[in-house]
């Protein structure tokens, strides 16, 4: 099977400008192709995750992927899939969200293969050496603006209002891919659906520019933008987004969220994001027809991804955080772990050495009142790390401290609190 057959089996391939010239000519060797990933905060999430696990896996069939860290269209920012403007960031921001985001590139991306070895550029290199009329001349005048204004991500935009700069991004794109065509043989772009505009732009330019003309080799693939079956948005969690930095979101939470996927979405996320064989994701599919109260498809979704994006031990102490938290069994946490398994639950800090159970529950905003807290505690709804505890005299101190550090109150089934001594 070669990567296009795949890509489709996974249900990856929404559009291509010329589906058996692409197959063809990635048939004849080696293909330099290119994505790009604007610098807009200083961590990519998991809605950037897709175009990059397709980049590799056009690496592993011994293509080369270009990571082009959007720099200087950064400073601008993509009207595609928007219904206002972006928030215009300064160029020294910038330029540290475009570090941050190279290095994750990094690590999800092999830049040391001497024969298939990843390539990272940034748009600012050659966009900041380019004056305004240059850009008329050299790019302006090879589009008009009826081509432009028929393209989706400006379309959707006209009745609300878009300012000249953001309707200036599809020629700043262009430009990427002509350049990335002339420096480094780059011979296709991929995106996602809502990205179809700028990359027929850019194959546009590089025809109307090449000495090939009509006959230039470039081409454009998209890939559909990623829904769920319950019509919240992919990537996005009670806490906010779900960040591939680890400081940002633990690999805890990380394992978690993808352990939590919907029955309905499980297998279409194996085959987009894993790279375990369509053989593997069929079984899987069997179990979540048959034992879906196993959950076996989204352990093995939950394991891959934080392998892949963390690491084989990131792995092991989320499974540990998860066994710990579900067996009640919170002493088998060292502090790192009782931090990142307790990060978003209420917290309290105890400056005495010792505390009456009653009144730290109401000081800690566990119990209402003293009285609420005396019939959680005789009806055995409190639970000291992991331990119910019933005595209504019963004295919070050292020998509560986990790694001398945290004590964990539970209220009911579900409800934690984090005390930090």
Not at 266 to 278: E, N
């Amino acid at each position: 099977m070669n990567i296009l057959e795949d890509l489709r089996a996974r249900g990856l391939v929404n559009q291509v400008t010329d589906e058996e010239g692409l197959e063809k000519h990635l048939s004849e060797g080696r293909v330099s192709l290119y994505c790009g990933f604007d610098p807009t905060g200083d961590s990519l999430h998991i809605g950037h995750l897709l175009p990059i696990i397709i980049l590799k896996r056009f690496q592993e069939a011994g293509h080369q992927p270009i990571a082009l860290v959007g720099g200087g269209t950064g400073m601008i920012g993509d009207p595609s899939g928007r219904n206002e403007e972006r928030q215009l960031n300064e160029e020294s921001v910038v330029e540290h969200y475009s570090n941050r985001i190279k290095s994750q590139l990094a690590k999800l991306l092999d830049f040391n293969d001497e024969k298939k070895g990843a390539v990272a550029v940034n748009n600012l290199d050659w966009l900041k050496e380019m004056s305004v009329i240059e850009l008329l001349r050299d790019v302006g005048k090879h589009f008009s603006v009826n081509y432009m204004l028929a393209k989706d991500s400006v379309e959707s935009r006209i009745e609300n209002g878009i300012s000249f700069t953001e309707f200036s991004y599809m020629l700043l794109q262009s430009l990427d891919f002509q350049k990335l065509n002339q420096k480094q043989n780059c011979t296709l772009q991929i995106g996602g659906s809502d990205q179809w505009g700028n990359i027929t732009a850019g194959l546009e330019l590089i025809r109307r520019t090449s000495e090939e003309g009509e006959e230039a080799k470039a081409f454009g693939l998209t890939f559909p933008l990623i829904t769920k079956a319950d019509g919240t948005k992919f990537g996005k969690t009670a806490g906010g987004a779900v960040w591939l930095d680890p400081e940002k979101t633990t690999p805890y939470e990380f394992y978690q969220f993808w352990l939590n996927v919907d029955d309905r979405d499980v297998i279409k996320f194996i085959k987009y994001f894993t790279f375990l064989s369509l053989d593997e994701v069929e079984e899987l599919e069997k179990e979540v027809q048959e034992r879906p109260e196993q959950r076996a498809a989204q352990r093995r979704l939950a394991e891959e991804m934080t392998k892949l994006v963390h690491s084989e031990e990131a792995l092991e102490q989320a499974i540990r955080i998860s066994n710990a938290l579900f067996k009640g069994d919170i002493k088998a946490l060292n502090k790192e772990e009782i931090e990142a398994g307790f990060k978003d639950v209420p917290s309290h800090t105890l400056e005495e050495n010792e505390k009456g159970l009653v009144d730290l529950l109401v000081e800690a905003g566990i119990s209402s009142s003293k009285r609420q807290a005396r019939e959680d505690i005789k009806n055995g709804a409190i639970y000291i790390n992991g331990e119910r505890e019933q005595d209504m005299q019963y004295v919070i101190d050292q020998k509560d401290k986990l790694d001398d550090a945290f004590t964990v109150i539970r209220r009911g089934k579900k409800k934690y609190f984090l005390i930090r001594h």
